[in-house]
């Protein structure tokens, strides 16, 4: 995983199966790249509405599996297997090419929704779950290594913004549909709809992935078998992983055994899968992959406190507390839509470090509703902000990332890079998620009424949201470091 220098020309354009870039080719969605951006971004647009359909989904499903008790495993169970489908879709794509891993994870991902959809027990459920999560681990490192092949490299801030523009209208719409199907036909059909979708986007982007970026980098050169070692560290990942968020679930001394374990596991693994000196934040890849982590960390942990705060704290309903940051789906892809402007680009380091005081800003900002003399709106605007700097950093660490890996290494970079992003949601999700339980956050979860959080502290909210921006303004020192030094 060898790190280009910052300045240097596109790492993919002496690979033989690069795309040619042309003077006058137009934009994603000229002639050569239609059919291709029309179907990855439809494969992106459908794993977003996914995502945020099934949330709302979920609590039903579980009552009615009788499996209340079980709920945290719907989720923590297609984390674990994500991880470890990201690590395999890299060794797959960087030796033969992002078709298979593409193919393979789109089928896991509808055939885990079907799984789920039709269960008969929680546990088939979760499950279904699991096998969804291993699917949408092989497609997220897929896609980045299709764009790194298939993009000349102008083009690809505009694809990444078109991805991050792909979730503004599930964002808004797709927990009012999936309550509205889950009402009137049953939460089943929110899971068995979503794979008959897929067909179309297949068949508009596989046969454009085949022609540009299939097989390997060197079509010439043996294939190299997978590694071995990296296979390993990825169930290292997900098994520890998986012990922590056991572990967090139930806040017993006895906890401390599985929690113990996951991490002697996970932090080996971790350490081995992500670039030589990513904890240090070295110049270049290391700090690209670090400040990916770092950004989607503290933004998500505090953004899932910010409902239960609006609620236990101001009154709000559920649904008016959700529609509070629903504007922040729009922001987010006005950020990440200037980062792709031409005339930005000697301009990205410091797009990145504005973005992050952007977001140290918004959910700095955030507990100032806990004094009742503020108006519950400005969570709203802090937020927009907060989510337009989010879009500006996340899709230029995709574009530097890409931009740094040479094409026999995009899929493997890319897999750190998502690796990086999950698990940091889940390290800082649980260090303040403790935070908020010893300061009496009282019980986080059952926030379907105005007494989800009975008793709920207001330092308990302060003790989340105040670290988190300390971390997200670290984030715009390691923005600093995204560029290599010159020799």
Known sequence: MTALEHGDTDVTSDAPISPPAPQGAGGVLAKPYRALSIGIVSVVLLIAFEATAVGTAMPVAARELDGVSLYAFAFSGYFTTSLFGMVLSGQWADRRGPLGPLAAGIGLFAAGLLLSGTAGTMWLFIAGRAVQGLGGGLVIVALYVVVSRAYPEHLRPSIMAAFAASWVVPSVVGPLVSGTVTEHLGWRWVFVGIPVLVVAPLALALPAIRRTASGPVDPSAPVAAFDRRRIRLALGISLGAGLLQYAGQDLRWLSLVPAVLGAAVL???????????????????????????????????????????????????????????????????????????????PYRGRLVAIGMVLVAASIAAAPTVLIASVPVWIVGVAWAFGCFGMGMVIASTSVLLLRLSPPADAGSNSAALQISDGLSNVILLAVGGAAFAALGGGTVGATHGAGGAAGSHPAAFVAVFLPMAAVALAGAWIGTRLKERTA
């Open 267 to 345: 932090v080996p693994a971790v350490l081995g899968l992500l670039p030589k000196g990513t904890y240090r934040a070295a110049r270049g890849l290391p700090s690209v992959v670090l400040l990916r982590g770092v950004a989607a960390g503290s933004f998500i942990a505090a953004e899932s406190f910010v409902p239960l705060m609006l609620v236990t704290q101001r009154g709000l309903s559920p649904t008016m507390a959700g529609l509070s940051l629903a504007v922040g789906g729009a922001t987010w892809a006005l950020g990440s839509f200037v980062q792709s402007r031409p005339r930005m680009e």
